[in-house]
């Protein structure tokens, strides 16, 4: 038996931030990151929203990017002090991961952060309050996932958190607050949206659900994200609604080692942070090298390259397919190699057998469409560090 689980409603287009007029509660508390929302005016919207509907709201902000364990722990304090019925998260991924991880917290006071890394394990939430989620960025769709990635710096691992409990209640899909990303935000969530329709659709988990999102999330990106960075706010509108679909798809059909990999090296490396859509956008390329040695997976990537308007043999189209992505990247000024990206070369090769080991266990690697070991983790790592071929 499977399942398919989406936020009970999704409200989209023009002014749908209006829809919180309605909603019906008596305590709200609204998760949010750093100013731009404030500067723009979208959380005064919201704010004068929530009062129009009679519900006192409380402000939690400052969530960082790739938010931490410590923030995670803060925000569910204050949720338990202030006791809402409603969970509001407003932003990029990360304040919303942030606020579904404080959510079990809330609920869960005793709850220890490592009960949560196990996949699908999470207590039964809504016994305090119902989430809602508003998305500002156009990639990480967790405004319709049951996913929410959390950082332990200490130990320079994100963790993906997973279960259908932490799906939110109620996603708010506004285009207003994706035309006002910066360009290269618009790059990096665009071809993480690229990535979860690709992982989605070869994923082993995929379905006769999951597919018909996976292929037309891929159409719109395809069409619409590089006419997005470069400013067209109709293609703009386009990819807030084309990432959505493809959370809606890995969701449900789960992601595969690309995931993985970003997921263990964003806060791995002394030389900065990895952003986690440039890391998915940088590992993509080789990771369907690799995954398409299996005939079956193969034929999935040449079904998502037909789709896109490539032709030729299964072979000509993965590769194709392959050509294109790196051409995107290059066009939005995305880097193709770990090198390139600027990590030292000895302290890649220190830290790799290490990262290939955390890769390997990640909640992600399991529904990847071809099984990998520590060992050959390692070895594709090093293709992506020097750039080359895929050849095992």
Not at 31 to 57: M, P
Not at 92 to 113: H, L, N, Q, R
Not at 255 to 264: C, F, P, R, T
Request: hydrophobic share 40%; proline share 5%; with cysteine.
């Amino acid at each position: 038996m499977m399942r398919f689980t989406l936020p009970r409603d999704i409200y989209y287009g023009e002014n749908s931030l209006d829809v919180l007029k309605t909603l019906k509660g008596k305590k709200a508390i609204l998760v949010i990151g750093g100013g731009s929302l404030k500067r723009f005016g979208f959380v005064d919207q919201v704010l004068d929203n929530l009062k129009e509907a009679g519900i006192e709201t409380k402000l939690f902000e400052g969530v960082e990017p790739d938010p931490s364990v410590e923030t995670v722990m803060k925000g569910a304090k204050a949720m338990q002090e202030f006791e809402p019925d409603w969970i509001i998260a407003m932003g990029g991924g990360s304040p919303i991961d942030a606020a579904k991880a404080m959510w079990v917290f809330y609920e869960y006071p005793d709850t220890s952060f490592e009960d949560l890394i196990t996949p699908f394990s999470f207590p039964e939430l809504r016994k305090k309050a119902k989430f809602l989620a508003i998305s500002s960025t156009s990639g990480t769709a967790t405004e319709v996932t049951a996913f929410s990635v959390i950082t332990d710096y200490n130990k320079g691992i994100k963790y993906p958190l997973a279960d259908f409990n932490i799906t939110p209640d109620v996603a708010i899909v506004d285009p207003a607050l994706a035309e006002k990303m910066p360009q290269q935000l618009t790059a990096y969530t665009g071809m993480d949206a690229l990535t979860h329709a690709i992982e989605a659709y070869v994923s082993t988990l995929n379905s006769p659900f999951t597919d018909p999102l996976a292929i037309k999330a891929i159409q719109m990106v395809d069409e619409h994200l590089l006419r997005s960075y470069d400013g067209d706010m109709a293609s703009r509108d386009e990819m807030h609604y084309g990432q959505c679909l493809a959370g809606m798809a890995f969701s449900n059909a789960l992601l595969g080692i690309v995931h993985s990999m970003a997921h263990k090296t964003g806060a791995a490396f002394s030389t900065g942070h990895i952003t986690h859509g440039l890391a998915n956008a940088m590992y993509l390329p080789y990771v369907i090298q690799y995954n398409a040695k299996v005939p079956e997976t193969a034929s999935r990537y040449a079904d998502i390259a037909r789709s896109i308007g490539i032709s030729g043999t299964t072979e000509e189209c993965v590769k194709k397919l392959c050509d294109k992505i790196v051409e995107m990247n290059h066009y939005m000024k995305i880097p193709n190699t770990l090198q390139e990206f600027g990590i030292i070369e000895d302290e890649f090769k220190e830290k790799i057998a290490t990262i290939s080991e955390n890769a390997v266990a990640d909640a992600c690697t399991g529904s990847n469409p071809r099984p990998i070991d520590p060992k050959t983790m390692e070895r594709l790592f090093t293709c992506i560090y020097y750039g080359n071929s895929v050849e095992f």
